[in-house]
């Protein structure tokens, strides 16, 4: 089955920083791009970031220069670093496969994380 | 980047009603469009991908078409578990971008 699992959010203070992480199962990991989406409380989906199989990142105007995406294909694992969070960063946010034919992306999405909601508050 | 505007932005049928959703993009994106239903606590769900190719699993009455910069989702006969939120989602490029998404309700 292929699936993914995300970490725990957290809480954190504006200006501070949290890693999340998504760990991927049932495919070959290193064959796909892979991405962050987040929604905002009310809010709709907002694409954050990917990362092509063979490394090249992409990022969103929003988070560009305060979060970077990594991958480790030996352990499967998808990662989000977030730092100088701000406040309207408070989101819950999803990992995803990117389906595209090859492992350049961009494609769509399936499946994806559970989500994991980092609140960002003093 | 791209932008998707979705219309409308809330919509209210009944079940076995016909409904469609258009997805109109800033640009040519030839047929690099994605369909997704999110209901609350739930991951998204991928519906149709490539404009108009259903994912596995998913049933008939949804299907989608458009190629180019106008593009639909139609749900052929509402079902009571299709009232969800609904958003397309552009990979012509990056940055990938979603429209503003659609709110299904019940009348």
């Known amino acids: 089955e292929v699936q993914l699992v995300e970490s725990r959010g957290g809480l954190v203070q504006p200006g501070g920083s949290l890693r999340l992480s998504c760990e991927a199962s049932?495919?070959?990991?290193?064959?796909?791009?892979m991405t962050w989406v987040r929604q905002a409380p009310g809010k709709g989906l907002e694409w954050v970031s990917a990362i092509s199989g063979g490394g090249t990142t992409y990022y969103a105007d929003s988070v560009q220069g305060r979060f970077t995406v990594s991958r480790d294909n030996f352990r499967n694992t998808l990662y989000l670093q977030m730092d100088s969070l701000r406040v309207g960063d408070t989101a819950v946010y999803y990992c995803a496969r990117d389906c595209y034919y090859d492992s350049s992306g961009p494609g769509w999405f399936d499946p994806w994380g559970q989500g994991a909601l980092v609140t960002v508050s003093s | 980047a791209i932008q998707l505007t979705q219309s409308p932005s809330s919509l209210s049928a009944s079940v076995r009603d016909r409904v469609t959703i258009t997805c109109r993009a800033s640009q040519n994106i030839f047929s690099a469009l994605a369909w997704y239903q999110l209901k609350p606590g739930n991951a998204p769900k991928l519906l149709i991908f490539d404009a108009s190719t259903l994912q596995r699993g998913v049933p008939s009455r949804f299907s989608g078409s458009g190629s180019g910069t106008d593009f639909t989702l139609t749900i052929s006969s509402l079902q009571p578990e299709d009232f969800a939120t609904y958003y397309c989602q552009q990979f012509n490029s990056y940055p990938q971008t979603f429209g503003q998404g659609t709110r299904l309700e019940i009348k």
């Open positions: 049932g495919f070959t990991f290193r064959d796909h791009a």
